[in-house]
């Protein structure tokens, strides 16, 4: 088959390898598509936790098209997604009931063989079948969608909530709109892209506010004016230190600071420990996710998230480079997706 390979950081090519063996209790999904996440550029530049060699892609659709003799609960031609971690069951963790902190855990498509290649297997116990009213670009947006599920887990939205949150890229979006349907009082979203910031006023925000890289004041003045007491929950979602920080300047006594992008792992912010102390403030990080594929799936199909006119750019895998360079730089995108079988 054909597949995308990192040799190392920032060497990559299409290249014939292997077809991925079938084992007696796994699936073989023939991927139709497969999403660019900003995790895949850091991958690219050997900043996240993979090693090579690599085939990388863990946001992935398509059809069923083989089977293990163990597997009853699906059929060759079955349209499904998977769920890309992996959990070992036995360690500290996993034995306390907290599996996303697995001592051994593993993702496909960032610590194993993923799905930017015309194949994949994976185990049946991670497979889920997706609805036909759910294009397989829409299913693709499932692993994200279940991100935000878990981060929602940790946000704990309260009714009458007022939130502020940095960045609507493709996850940003989809997080606002479960933030909206959460009964919040008010959902303030920032970015520095206009059409985004359109798009997702479109679908739930109450108020957006232009960012200018240039200038912080700007924005700041505007966002105190429509909540001069400060903010319940603030949410990055930028993934940059710099916002990190600027989440706290909205912060009101008792408020929730949110890191749910992924910064550099170098980055430091600075923070007042008296602050946190006398406001009460909650400080919490949302990572990955585990178990939330079903749900997920659950609010694509009933509206609840639509990721429909998130995907702006699709590609086949000969351009991975192309659509790499489209994620990795300012311009009018949102998700670019790969189609390996074209």
Avoid at 26 to 55: M, Q
Avoid at 128 to 142: C, D, G, H, W
Avoid at 186 to 196: E, S
Avoid at 202 to 208: E, Q, S, T
């Amino acid at each position: 088959m054909r597949a995308l390979v990192y040799d190392k950081p920032e060497s990559f090519a299409v290249r014939e390898v292997p077809d991925p063996v079938c084992g007696e209790n796994d699936v073989v999904i023939k991927v139709a598509v497969c999403g660019i996440c900003k995790t895949d550029v850091h991958i690219h530049h050997g900043r996240f936790i993979s090693k090579f060699p690599l085939i990388p892609g863990h946001e992935f659709s398509g059809t069923v098209a083989k089977v293990g003799r163990n597997v009853t609960d699906f059929k060759v031609g079955d349209r499904v997604t998977a769920d890309n971690t992996v959990l070992c069951g036995y360690c500290y963790y996993c034995r306390r009931d907290q599996p996303l902190y697995c001592d051994n855990f593993f993702s496909r498509g960032v610590t194993a063989s993923g799905g930017f290649a015309q194949y994949i297997v994976v185990g049946h116990d991670k497979v889920f079948r997706i609805p036909y009213s759910l294009s397989f670009e829409e299913a693709s947006m499932t692993e994200p969608t279940a991100c935000v599920i878990h981060g929602m887990d940790v946000i704990d939205v309260q009714p009458g909530d007022r939130v502020l949150l940095f960045g609507c890229g493709p996850t940003g979006i989809i997080l606002a709109q479960m933030i909206k349907h959460s009964g919040v009082a008010r959902l303030v979203v920032a970015d520095p892209g206009q059409f985004k910031l359109d798009l997702v006023r479109k679908l739930g925000a109450d108020d957006v506010v232009l960012v200018d890289r240039e200038d912080f004041s700007l924005h700041r003045e505007k966002i105190r004016d429509l909540e001069p007491r400060g903010f319940d929950i603030i949410v990055d979602a930028t993934g940059k230190p710099e916002v990190v920080q600027e989440c706290f300047d909205f912060a009101k006594k008792g408020s929730k600071i949110v890191v749910y992008g992924v910064c550099p792992e170098e980055a430091r912010i600075s923070v007042s420990p008296y602050e946190i102390f006398q406001n009460e403030y909650k400080i919490v990080g949302s990572f990955a996710q585990t178990h939330c594929f079903g749900r997920a799936i659950d609010v694509m199909e009933r509206g609840v998230v639509k990721v429909k006119e998130l995907i702006t750019h699709s590609f086949p895998l000969e351009e991975y480079g192309r659509a790499l360079e489209i994620v990795s730089k300012p311009g009018k995108k949102l998700k670019v997706v790969i189609r390996p079988n074209e």
